[in-house]
Antibody
Framework: QVRLQESGPGLVKPSDTLSLTCTVS????????WSWIRQPPGKGLEWVGH???????YNNPSLKSRVTISVDTSKNQFSLKLNSVTAADTAVYFC????????????WGQGTLVTVSS | DIQMTQSPSSLSASVGDRVTITCRAS??????LTWYQQRPGKAPKVLIY???SLERGVPSRFSGSGSGTDFTLTISSLQPEDSATYYC?????????FGRGTKLEIK
C-alpha cells in the first residue's frame, strides 16, 4: 500500500518561502509523476504542479514562477518550494501520486495546513 | 487552461434517492476525467477514474458516464455516509483543473 506524508512548517511569514516535503512509502517512486495540490480553507482544490521521477517538473502558470518542485528518489521524497508567499497562499497542501495512463491522483497524503501570517 | 464547470454547487437529497452531478469541460478531454469525494478534514478520495472506471473498494452505487466535454457522476441510492463534497478533475492537459465542487447534504 502506497502511503504519502507531508511535512514542513505550519506557519510561514509573508514574503518568505514555503517549503514542504512529501515522503513516499510502500512503493517505488520510479516511473511516476508526483503532484502537489492545495486547498484554501473552505474553498476548492487547485493543482500546484507535478514532478516526474526523472526530475522533469510542470507547474501551474497561475502561480507564475514562484513554484519549484523537485524529487529525490534516493530518499523517497519530493518537495515543494513556493516563494514570496502572501496570505492568499494559506491552504492545506496535499501531495499525491499520479496514476499512469489515466493520470488521476490515486494516492494522497493527509494534507498539511500552512498559514501565511506575520 | 481547461475550465471545469460543475453543477449544482450544492444539493440536498434523501436516503435512497438517485443523485446526479454534472461536469462540463471547456474543450474535449477525451476520457481523462476523475471524480473525487472529500469529507471534511480529509484528503479527496478517488471514486471514478477514466470517466467510468470504479475505483477498487468504492460501492457500486457510484457510477460515471460521459464523453468529450460532458460528464456525469450518479449515486443510484443515496446513503447517509455519502454526505460529502464531490469534485471532478481533468487530467487531459496541464494545468490539471478541478470543478468547484458539489456539496451533498443528506436530508
Amino acid at each position: 500500500q502506497v502511503r504519502l506524508q507531508e511535512s514542513g512548517p505550519g506557519l510561514v511569514k509573508p514574503s518568505d518561502t514555503l517549503s514542504l516535503t512529501c515522503t513516499v512509502s510502500g512503493g517505488s517512486m520510479s516511473d511516476y509523476y508526483w503532484s502537489w495540490i492545495r486547498q484554501p480553507p473552505g474553498k476548492g482544490l487547485e493543482w500546484v504542479g507535478h514532478v516526474y521521477s526523472s526530475g522533469n517538473a510542470y507547474n501551474n502558470p497561475s502561480l507564475k514562477s514562484r513554484v519549484t518542485i523537485s524529487v529525490d528518489t534516493s530518499k523517497n521524497q519530493f518537495s515543494l518550494k513556493l516563494n514570496s508567499v502572501t496570505a492568499a497562499d494559506t491552504a492545506v497542501y496535499f501531495c499525491a501520486r499520479v496514476a499512469p495512463f489515466t493520470q488521476h491522483l490515486d494516492y494522497w497524503g493527509q494534507g498539511t495546513l500552512v498559514t501565511v501570517s506575520s | 487552461d481547461i475550465q471545469m464547470t460543475q453543477s449544482p454547487s450544492s444539493l440536498s437529497a434523501s436516503v435512497g434517492d438517485r443523485v446526479t452531478i454534472t461536469c462540463r469541460a471547456s474543450r474535449s478531454i477525451s476520457r481523462y476525467l476523475t471524480w473525487y469525494q472529500q469529507r471534511p478534514g480529509k484528503a479527496p478520495k478517488v471514486l471514478i477514474y477514466g470517466v467510468s472506471s470504479l475505483e477498487r473498494g468504492v460501492p457500486s452505487r457510484f457510477s460515471g458516464s460521459g464523453s468529450g466535454t460532458d460528464f456525469t457522476l450518479t449515486i443510484s441510492s443515496l446513503q447517509p455516509e455519502d454526505s460529502a463534497t464531490y469534485y471532478c478533475q481533468q487530467s487531459s492537459s496541464t494545468p490539471y483543473t478541478f470543478g468547484r465542487g458539489t456539496k451533498l447534504e443528506i436530508k
